[in-house]
């Protein structure tokens, strides 16, 4: 009997714990389920993630809370607000996550897109001024890009004859092109061979840990958690996709400590960051920011961060391009205006290649492809619109609600470059609104390098060939796979050289 009255009321003041009690003083949200909070909301394949965010800021307000797992999110979905808060206050926002999975999986808040405070500040300033010294920005990294982007264009040359149409899986030689250029910035080699295959399996990890069912392992695992049938299965997938891809960085960091000279000039991040250590214990400063794990971390950052945004950003456009053949028409009468015959499109013509511009804006906003964003952390109490937010609250900025709202871009399902051009037809017109690389101290690193991959890939792929979508097949599906990232179903193109048009 005892027992009984003992198991109600704790089972009670669970529940008032619940519903009510955890709830207080946040801003109002859908109503979570014990241990799952919201998560399962995200769950299945037809699931329309952005959509249902929208639906909730319609329903909750511009600043509202959704529980992931145990964990409160607070998101901030409106862009006046994010920028009253991740811009003007912005310190107050960069703290990160902490959470079991981070801890197990990457060995804590360690690297950059993890880390917080005097760590993350140190290694974020090392690694923009080493990323320049690379030439990220400069003709130097646009020089490699340009070299990348000409090798893929020559292998998907090679598949075809003159005039044939061939239908072809592009995904390969996207990975291959932006994962030589990544891999050549942190390890300064390039992918052939044994190498190739090695990046070739390493991206296979990195594609099952991007997906839906491992983004669940984030959300749900704890210690007891992770004993769960199904779930304890999930939870070996990713912790083996971490290990694999950690084991793979730490085997190239340590041929690099075993040929590294102190007194060469860095050829490659991986190189600067040793010197860095060398340099600091020569000067008897301290290292506690440089350990080997550090490093490691480090390297999955730039390396991952690197590769999955942008090769997905690119099999978007492919995929926007096959689905808005006149889009593409246009594409090309640009570039036959602008470029003619010259082979090689370079950062030069980019102040007149507008609306090639305006098509690359319109994939970034349309294939919204963090759609969660990376979520951010209070460090101390903070007002977010007319809400007090506690200190340690995770906290998202919601980019991807901001992309689809119609009073910015009217008609936002829509696939319109037009949208990014003045009325001239011609002229960019910035659109402060778009911020696939999200805002704040928090912005993501890469984006100049981003920026230019896009460009020089893109322009540069599209002067010379020309796709479309398989006589006798259906549309593309458009619906995203959901995970970290918003990645497109596997699709192959119909493609034929320009020349042949
Ligand atoms: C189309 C390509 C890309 C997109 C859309 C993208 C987008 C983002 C976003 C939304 C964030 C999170 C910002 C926040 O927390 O508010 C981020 C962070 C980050 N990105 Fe990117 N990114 C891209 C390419 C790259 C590349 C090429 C690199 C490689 C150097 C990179 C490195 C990083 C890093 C290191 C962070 C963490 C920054 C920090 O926490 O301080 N990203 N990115």
Redesign the pocket.
Known sequence: MFAIVLLTVLCGAYLVHNFYWKRRGLPPGPTPWPVVGNTLEFVGSSVDVVAKLLEWKQRYGPVYTLWMGTEAFVHVADYDVMQETFVKNADAFTG?WKNFAVDELRGGNMG??MSEGSL?KEQ?RF?LRV?RDFGVGRSIMEENILAEASIMNASVNKQLANGEVKIMDLKPFIDECIGNI?NGIVFGFRLEDEKLKEFEKMKAFIDRQVTAASQMVIFLMGPITIRLPFLSSLWKESKNNFDEMFGYLKRNLNEHRQTFDPDAEPTDFAYAYLKQIHQLQKQGESIENYSDHQMAVLAF??WG??LE??IT?LRWSMLYMVTNPEVQDKVHAELREKIGDRKEITMADKSSLTYVTAVINEV?RCAN??PL??P?RTLEAVSVGKYLIPEDVVIV?S?SVVHMEEKYFPEPRKFKPERFLQSDGKTLKKVDQLM?????K??????S??RM??FLIFANFMHNFHVSIPKGQCPPNMQPINGATSQPHNFSVAIKRISSD
């Open positions: 990160r950059i897109i993350w974020r690694s990323l990544i950052d730039l961060a690197g945004t942008t950003t970034q492809i963090l964003n990376v951010h900025p980019i696939p690389f999200s805002l704040g928090r912005q993501c690193m890469g984006e390098l981003a991959e896009l």
